[in-house]
Nanobody
Framework: VQLQASGGGLVQAGGSLKLSCAAS????????VGWFRQTLGKEREFVAV????????VYADSVKGRFAASRDNAKNTVYLQMNSLKPEDTAVYYC?????????????????WGQGTLVTVSS
């Protein structure tokens, strides 16, 4: 399974963006897909993860209540709706598959990292 994140861009603080993570290859309906982000000089950090069943999601405290992860298995795509964006949300966002199909938040648990998409939030 190959993943490709898209949908990033420049937005003002308080605005919204919706990222997509499209999978190519075998259907990934039973995979758990995580979202991470990284800024220059910092470790990649967990943002959210969505399990195979609807509503099965976990979020980092920093985005809880503002971000929502979802999936459309028919389209082999996972989404990250980002609302009330803050300048500190500026980062390259990545999606990846959890090796163990669990709702983990550690980078080492993930594989098949896609190319990231840049989100820039201006103040």
């Amino acid at each position: 399974v190959q993943l490709q994140a898209s949908g990033g861009g420049l937005v003002q603080a308080g605005g919204s963006l919706k990222l997509s993570c499209a999978a190519s290859g075998p259907p990934f309906s039973t995979y758990t897909v995580g979202w991470f982000r990284q800024t220059l000089g910092k470790e990649r950090e967990f943002v959210a993860v969505v399990g195979w069943s609807p509503g099965n999601t976990v979020y980092a405290d920093s985005v809880k209540g503002r971000f929502a992860a979802s999936r459309d298995n028919a389209k082999n795509t996972v989404y990250l709706q980002m609302n009330s964006l803050k300048p500190e949300d500026t980062a390259v966002y990545y999606c990846a598959l959890n090796r163990f199909r669990r709702l983990g938040d550690q980078v080492w648990e993930y594989t098949n990292w896609g190319q990231g998409t840049l989100v820039t939030v201006s103040s």
